[in-house]
């Protein structure tokens, strides 16, 4: 049984910073053979993608969270990160972590991540 668990998220006025984390779990889960990546979703909204990170540390954003977000991972601790700056209003929304690994994949259960204005 694989799990993610996100944590990190909550409430923070525009212009602040959160650190998203993502442990992964799982007796035959094999952590650094997955992309690794954060999804967002905002009421009304489809879930979109924020920022991925492949199984070699190559990362690829989303235009609008380019320069002001970063992803990493830890490979050693099985923990994807995703240090968030400079937040806007329009960055609210539950954020969930993902792997993927084309065959399968895997979802957490996402954090709240709140931008007040």
């Not at 009304?44 to 380019?66: M, N, W």
């Not at 990160?81 to 954020?95: F, G, H, S, W």
Request: proline content about 2%.
């Amino acid at each position: 049984q694989v799990q993610l668990v996100e944590s990190g998220g909550g409430l923070v006025q525009a212009g602040g910073s959160l650190r998203l984390s993502c442990a992964a779990s799982g007796s035959s889960f094999m952590f650094r053979l997955y992309a690794m990546g954060w999804f967002r979703q905002a009421p009304g909204h489809q879930r979109e993608l924020v920022a991925k990170i492949t199984a070699g540390g190559s990362a690829d954003y989303a235009d609008s969270v380019k320069g002001r977000f970063t992803i990493s991972r830890d490979n050693a601790k099985n923990t994807v990160y995703l240090q968030m700056n400079i937040l806007k209003p329009e960055d609210t929304a539950v954020y969930y972590c993902n792997a993927d690994r084309g065959i399968r994949d895997y979802w957490g259960q996402g954090t709240q991540v709140t931008v007040s204005s």
